[in-house]
C-alpha cells in the first residue's frame, strides 16, 4: 500500500469515528432534551394561574342609544367590533362547525392533541390546504387571549411551552362550553369582525343575540325572529373562514372557500352532528357583500359630541375605560329622538344660506328629570362642542336678577327709571337703540329687556351682583367648567356689576338646565345623559333612580318669573309656538346679545325659553368671536336666528304633544303674575318696535327689506335700514364691562373682547 492510499484509509477510519461521536451524543442529546422539555412543562404547569371564566376581558364594541334604543354612537375597539355572547346564545351548528374546522377531538382531548399535531403535520407534508391546524381550540383561545403570539427564538419556545400549560390546566377548570364560548367570542373572523356575533351579522345580517338554539329549534318561531337564526351551511362556512380569513372569505376567492366550506361539512358529518344526507343537501350560502368604510360615522357628526359627553358622564359613575372598552355595553341615554331631530334639522334649516362662518348650539333638557333629551354642539363630531363651550350669554342673564329681586318680595309691580344710567367714575349704561319706556314695570321692562332698569334693579337688591350670581348658580348654571375654576367671577371671587347684563362666559347646556328650573316651577335636577348601563351579559352596572329634584326657588317666584316671560316670544319677531294639532302653545322665553367690544357689532345671540315640558336655550356665534351678520347683511340679535332657531326646534320637539299650561303665581311681594302697565307717557317706540308690531310683508326679510324676485329686493324702511332684527329692540345694549373668553375652533387661539 502506498503512503498515499494509507492516508486515505486513516481518513476515512478516522471521519468514521467523529461520525459514529456525533451520533453517539445526538443520540444521548435526545433524551435529555425530552427530559429538559417534560420538567419546563411540568414547572410551567405547577407555576401557572389560570384566570377565572369570565375574568379575561375582551375589547368590544359599546353601543350608545337614545331611549327608544336607536343607535346614537358605537364606541369601537381598535381591533374592530366585537359583542360576546353567552353560551346559550350560540347556535348549536356553530359549535358544531368549529369542532370540525379547528378542533375534531375537542370534546375528549386534555387542552392539547397529538392527533391534531399529526393531521397538521400530514397536510404540510402533502400540501393540504384543508387539514386542519395543530393547536386545538383550547390552545387557539389561550394564544389570542392570554399569551400571544410570539413564535420565534427563545421567547417562542417559552410562549409555547406557557400556551401547552395553560390549555392544559385550563381543561380541567373550565368547562367545555364555557372554553367554546370564550373561544368562538374572541377569534377573528375577517372584515372587521371579531367574534361569532359581529361575524353572523357582517356575514349574514343575522342577530344571534336575538336567538336562542331551542327558538331556532322551534318550528312555529316567527318569521321575524326565524331571519337571525343561522343555518348549518353559513355555520360552516364562517368555521372554514377562521383557519384564514384573508383567503377564505367568499369575496376574496370563491374557489378556496368552497373547498374550505365541504371540508367543514365533512367533518360536521364525522363528529356526528349531520348525516350524509343532510350534508349532501347543503347549498352554498349567499353572503353580504363587503361593505366599504362608512362615511356616515357617528363620530363625524351632531352625534360625535353626544358620545364625548357620554363617555365623560360613565367616568364619574365610576364606570372606567375599561369597562366601556371590554363590557360590550349598552348605554341607554335621555335623548328623545323627536327632540334630538329636530335639534338638528331646526338648526340647520334656519341656518341654510346663511354665512358660512356662523355657527349655532342648541341643548334641550326636560324640566321634569333633567335628562338631556336633546343635544346639538355643531356639526362637526370631532370638533369644537359649542354646546359645551362658555359664550357670553347677553340679556338671557337678566332672568337671574329678575328671581333674585323676586326672592327679595320686589314685585314684577315695582317700577324703575329706564333713561341711562350714569354711575360711580362715569360708567354709563344706556339700552339698545336709545330705547326707554320712561319709568315702567319689572314685567314690561323684562319684555323689552331695558338694561338700564336692571342695572338699577340690581343695585337695590341685598347682596348686589354676588345676590345675581348666587341665584345664577342655584338655579343650574355650572359652579365651574373647563380651565373655568369659579363661573360668574373675578379672579378675587367676586362678581362685577357687569353679571346682570351678561358679562360672564355660560354655558348652552347650563342655560338650558337653569331655565329648566323655572318651568319646573323652582325645582332643580341635575342635567344628565346616562340613564342606564348594561354589559353584553344582561349585567346592570346602572340604572338612575328617578329625581325628586331640589327645591331651590319657591314656586310663587318661579312662576311670577314665567309670566313675566310669557309675552316674548311673540314680542320678538312673532316667534310664539304653535302645534299643528293643538294650536298655539305657551312658552316663556328670553332673547339676548353680547355685543363685540365697542365695535357696535354683536359676537353672541341667545334665545333661551321653555314650556312645562321643554326647556331649550339656543346660540349663535361665529367660531373665532366675530362681529354676526345674517345673510342680508344685517346685524344678527337674539331675537332674529337664535329665535327662528329656538321656534323651529320647540315646535318639531313638541309635535303631537298635549299643551300644558303654567300654574297660575301665587302673589310675590303683593303682586301676582303681569301687571297692568299703562301707556308710556315718555316712551316712543323706535324703528326697530314699530317693525315689530305690524305682520312681517310677505318677502320682507330680516332687515326689512322686501324680495321681489331672487336677487331682486327693495328697501322695507322699517329697520331705518340697518338689518335690526333686534325683536327686544335692546339686546344689543348688553352692556357687560368684564374682559371674557370667546371660543375659538380647537387648537386655536381664543380672542377676548369686552361686553358693552
Known amino acids: 500500500m502506498t503512503s498515499e492510499a494509507g492516508d486515505k484509509a486513516e481518513g476515512r477510519r478516522t471521519a468514521a469515528k467523529i461520525a459514529a461521536w456525533v451520533l453517539g451524543l445526538m443520540a444521548a442529546a435526545v433524551p435529555v432534551v425530552a427530559i429538559i422539555g417534560v420538567v419546563a412543562f411540568v414547572f410551567t404547569y405547577v407555576t401557572v394561574v389560570v384566570p377565572a371564566p369570565g375574568d379575561i376581558k375582551q375589547n368590544q364594541v359599546a353601543t350608545i342609544v337614545d331611549a327608544k334604543g336607536g343607535v346614537i354612537a358605537k364606541v369601537v375597539p381598535p381591533e374592530g367590533n366585537r359583542i360576546d355572547v353567552k353560551y346559550e346564545s350560540i347556535p348549536s351548528s356553530m359549535v358544531a362547525a368549529i369542532k370540525a374546522a379547528e378542533d375534531r377531538d375537542f370534546d375528549s382531548n386534555a387542552g392539547f392533541s397529538l392527533r391534531g399535531f399529526s393531521r397538521a403535520a400530514l397536510g404540510k407534508l402533502t400540501s393540504d390546504a384543508g387539514a ?21 427564538g427563545v421567547a417562542g419556545y417559552k410562549r409555547k411551552f406557557k400556551e401547552l400549560a395553560i390549555a392544559t390546566k385550563m381543561s380541567t377548570q373550565w368547562s367545555k362550553e364555557a372554553i367554546m364560548a370564550a373561544y368562538l367570542n374572541t377569534i377573528y373572523f375577517g372584515r372587521g369582525a371579531y367574534g361569532i356575533a359581529a361575524a353572523a351579522k357582517t356575514y349574514f345580517n343575522r342577530d344571534i343575540t336575538k336567538v336562542t338554539p331551542q327558538d331556532c329549534a322551534n318550528p312555529n318561531l316567527p318569521k321575524s325572529k326565524r331571519v337571525n337564526c343561522m343555518s348549518d351551511s353559513e355555520s360552516a362556512l364562517l368555521a372554514g373562514i377562521v383557519r384564514g380569513p384573508s383567503i377564505y372569505d367568499p369575496a376574496v376567492n370563491p374557489e378556496l372557500a368552497t373547498d374550505r366550506w365541504n371540508y367543514v361539512l365533512d367533518g360536521m358529518v364525522d363528529i356526528g352532528f349531520m348525516t350524509k344526507a343532510d350534508r349532501d343537501s347543503q347549498k352554498f350560502p349567499k353572503v353580504a357583500a363587503v361593505k366599504e368604510a362608512d362615511s356616515t360615522d357617528t363620530k363625524s357628526g351632531p352625534n360625535g359630541l353626544i358620545e364625548r359627553k357620554v363617555l365623560a358622564e360613565l367616568e364619574s359613575l365610576g364606570i372606567s375605560e375599561q369597562q366601556v372598552r371590554t363590557g360590550g355595553l349598552k348605554i341607554t341615554t335621555g335623548i328623545k329622538p323627536q327632540v334630538q331631530n329636530a335639534l338638528v334639522s331646526g338648526a340647520r334649516s334656519v341656518m341654510e344660506g346663511e354665512p358660512k362662518e356662523l355657527r349655532s348650539a342648541s341643548v334641550s333638557i326636560d324640566p321634569a328629570t333633567g335628562a338631556v333629551v336633546g343635544y346639538f ?125 351678561g358679562q360672564y ?93 365697542d365695535t357696535g357689532e354683536n359676537k353672541d345671540a341667545w334665545m333661551v325659553g321653555y314650556t312645562p315640558q321643554l326647556s331649550t336655550a339656543v346660540w349663535v356665534g361665529t367660531n373665532k368671536g366675530t362681529a354676526l351678520r345674517n345673510s342680508y347683511g344685517g346685524t344678527v340679535y337674539g331675537s332674529g336666528l337664535p ?26 311681594g303683593g303682586q301676582a303674575g303681569v301687571p297692568y302697565e299703562p301707556p308710556p307717557t315718555t316712551y316712543t317706540p323706535s324703528e326697530t318696535t314699530r317693525s315689530r308690531t305690524r305682520p312681517r310683508l310677505p318677502g320682507e326679510g330680516d332687515d326689512g327689506n322686501i324680495t321681489v324676485l331672487p336677487g331682486i329686493t327693495i328697501p322695507g324702511g322699517s329697520n331705518n335700514g340697518n338689518g335690526n332684527d333686534n325683536g327686544t329692540g335692546n339686546d344689543n345694549g348688553d352692556n357687560g364691562n368684564g374682559e371674557v373668553t370667546v371660543p375659538g375652533e380647537e387648537n386655536s387661539p381664543s380672542p377676548r373682547s369686552r361686553g358693552h
Open 132 to 152: 386542519g391546524g395543530g393547536s386545538t381550540i383550547t390552545q387557539q383561545y389561550v394564544k389570542n387571549a392570554i399569551v400571544g403570539d410570539e413564535a420565534t
Open 377 to 501: 354642539g355643531g356639526n362637526d363630531g370631532q370638533g369644537w362642542d359649542y354646546a359645551s363651550a362658555g359664550l357670553q350669554t347677553g340679556s338671557v342673564f337678566k332672568v337671574f336678577a329678575l328671581v333674585a329681586a323676586l326672592e327679595q318680595d320686589i314685585p314684577l309691580s315695582k317700577r324703575y327709571d329706564s333713561s341711562p344710567y350714569v354711575g360711580p367714575g362715569g360708567i354709563t349704561i344706556n339700552n339698545s337703540d336709545g330705547e326707554s319706556c320712561g319709568t315702567c314695570n319689572l314685567a314690561t321692562a323684562t319684555k323689552m329687556s331695558l338694561n338700564t332698569v336692571f342695572y338699577r334693579l340690581m343695585m337695590d337688591l341685598n347682596g348686589g351682583p354676588q345676590a345675581v350670581a348666587d341665584t345664577a348658580h342655584r338655579l343650574g348654571i355650572a359652579e365651574s367648567f373647563g380651565d373655568i375654576e369659579h363661573t360668574l367671577s373675578e379672579p378675587n371671587g367676586k362678581p362685577e356689576n357687569g353679571i346682570v347684563l
Open 505 to 597: 362666559p355660560t354655558r348652552v347646556l347650563d342655560m338650558a338646565s337653569a331655565y329648566a328650573t323655572l318651568a319646573a316651577s323652582g325645582i332643580y335636577r341635575e342635567p344628565y345623559f346616562v340613564q342606564k348601563v348594561e354589559t353584553s351579559t344582561g349585567d346592570v352596572l346602572f340604572d338612575r333612580e328617578p329625581n325628586k329634584g331640589k327645591r331651590v326657588v319657591s314656586a310663587a317666584v318661579a312662576d311670577n318669573v314665567s309670566a313675566a316671560l310669557a309675552p316674548i316670544a311673540a314680542y320678538s319677531n312673532g316667534n310664539s309656538l304653535y302645534d299643528s294639532t293643538y294650536g298655539a302653545r305657551p312658552s316663556a322665553a328670553k332673547t339676548g346679545t353680547a355685543q363685540l367690544g
Open 643 to 668: 329665535a327662528q332657531i329656538w321656534r323651529a326646534q320647540m315646535n318639531g320637539a313638541l309635535e303631537g304633544q298635549p299643551i300644558e299650561q303654567f300654574p297660575d303665581p301665587e302673589p310675590v
